[in-house]
DNA sequence: GTGAGTAACTTGATAATCAAATAAACCGCG
DNA sequence: CGCGGTTTATTTGATTATCAAGTTACTCAC
């Protein structure tokens, strides 16, 4: 196996663990995977058009719509018209939804620094370099 | 933001840009995430229970079914009675199934390599060993 | 053999998703 | 101003994903 197919091997088998934690994570919590995934983009954001939502999920609006009603009936986000362009909606999270997002959000802490605890510090400082970069390449 | 937190928001995101991008390839195949997502488990196991590929996906086994059915239905999976278990199906890739495994496989090849060719030789084999390190720490 | 446990499937219900159609609002240009 | 093309969100119709709970067929220990 060549250098790179185990890096690749590597890579895929991390981000396979990720999204089995996040999974198992989110399966207790009574929220479903994209509405969480929902949660955590408005968390990063003061609010979102519902197109830019859309857009950063990887979703047509339409598929969005449901999902923000579902959340909405829930009292975990709001909607709130646009104040120069009648057409759009401004989504963002109510007091309850910053609740979970903190709450998932802080776990996200936990597992990281359990992870990272595994490594040396000059690791950790590498593993820093090396993710800002690729993120930078993608 | 402290070290931790900083590290933490880069793991995220490169999560998020992993996931995105595989969403984004997958779209573009006719088939759906988790028909995929089989296909990729069973590209690396000869053969799999249903039991055992549920549990690789965090799916119960009624989930599976139907998505065997269905790649079944396109001919891109095998169900193969298990010699000695009756109540035990073997699931396993046809090959077309192998096929397009192996091409959505040569993509992930491809994007690491893109990803990689932005390290340098030394951070690419530093890479390699924290996600060793990070991989058995889950 | 009988009974407890296990594997897969089925059923019924909810959620996710897209493409296409619709409705409302924006914007530029005459 | 007012029209036409564009953009934004929603709705609709259809397929897929998902789970919990129930069913069926099989295994294994006793």
Not at 112 to 134: F, G, V
Request: net charge neutral; proline share 3%.
């Amino acid at each position: 196996m060549s250098d790179l197919e185990s890096l690749s091997a590597l890579i895929i088998e991390f981000y396979e663990k990720l999204s089995s934690w996040e999974h198992a994570v989110v399966r207790g919590s009574s929220l479903t995977l994209p509405q969480m995934h929902t949660l955590e983009i408005l968390g990063q954001q003061p609010s979102l058009r519902m197109k830019e939502l859309a857009a950063k999920m990887g979703l047509t609006t339409g598929t969005l719509t449901v999902t923000v009603d579902r959340l909405e009936k829930r009292g975990l986000v709001s909607r709130v018209p646009h104040e120069t362009d009648r057409r759009s909606v401004l989504v963002a999270l109510t007091p309850k939804g910053q609740a979970i997002f903190e709450a998932h959000h802080a776990m996200h802490l936990r597992l990281t620094q359990e992870l990272c605890a595994s490594l040396s510090e000059e690791q950790a400082q590498s593993l820093r370099a090396i993710l800002r970069t690729m993120n930078q390449a993608f």
